[in-house]
Each structure stands twice: as structure tokens, then as C-alpha cells.
């Protein structure tokens, strides 16, 4: 079992920072991709940033120019930090991760998400 775990969501207001962090854990035997999805009410859930293990980066549109995504590995964590928020950054946050499970003679590979944490933007 792998668990991922989100934290350092909260209200903040607008022109704001936050730092958000996921932890995995669990029978882990490597990390692909990490990535953070948010959902807003009443919309899909959609990609806001993911790493590969050897730190490739991608963003979405709407954060790129406020966001910067991270990983250390050692510790099977992720972070995202967000600058500038907006109200319309106002979301439930999940982080992701792609991974094996096991050991190498027995890995298997899963997708899992943590519980989400929320981020809400408002003065």
C-alpha cells in the first residue's frame, strides 16, 4: 500500500504565497512522475504541475509564470510552491504520483493520489 499525504493548504489572500508538500509512503520501490492536480467546485480536475525523477518540469498555463515544482528524492516528496495567488487559484489540491510498488524482482507499477488539501484564495 502507498499512501500520499498533502499539507500546507489554507486561505490566503490574493498576491499571496503558499508552499504546499506531499509525502509518499508505503512499499515504495521507486518514483516516476509526481505532480499536483487541483479541483475546483464544480470542475473537472486538471493538471497544475508535474516532475519526472530526473527533474523535468511541466506547468500548466494558468501557474507557470507563479509556480515552481520540486522533488526530493531521498525523502519521496514533492513540492509547489505558488506565488501571486488568485482567487480562481481556489481549489481542492491533490498531489499524484506514479510509481512502483514492491521490491524489484516483484514491482509493480500504480497510479496514486493523495487526499487533497485546500487551498482557498480570498481577501
Known amino acids: 500500500q502507498v499512501q500520499l499525504v498533502e499539507s500546507g493548504g489554507g486561505l490566503v489572500q490574493p498576491g499571496g504565497s503558499l508552499r504546499l508538500s506531499c509525502v509518499a509512503s508505503?512499499?515504495?520501490?521507486?518514483?516516476?512522475?509526481m505532480g499536483w492536480y487541483r479541483q475546483a467546485p464544480g470542475k473537472q480536475r486538471e493538471l497544475v504541475a508535474t516532475i519526472t525523477s530526473g527533474g523535468r518540469t511541466n506547468y500548466s498555463d494558468s501557474v507557470k509564470d507563479r509556480s515552481t515544482i520540486s522533488r526530493d528524492n531521498a525523502k519521496n516528496t514533492v513540492y509547489l510552491q505558488m506565488n501571486n495567488l488568485k482567487p480562481e487559484d481556489t481549489a481542492v489540491y491533490y498531489c499524484?504520483?506514479?510509481?512502483?510498488?514492491?521490491?524489484?524482482?516483484?514491482?509493480?507499477?500504480?497510479?496514486?493520489w493523495g487526499q487533497g488539501t485546500q487551498v482557498t484564495v480570498s481577501s
Open positions: 508505503g512499499s515504495i520501490f521507486s518514483i516516476n512522475a
Open positions: 499524484n504520483a506514479d510509481l512502483y510498488t514492491g521490491t524489484y524482482w516483484s514491482r509493480r507499477r500504480t497510479n496514486s
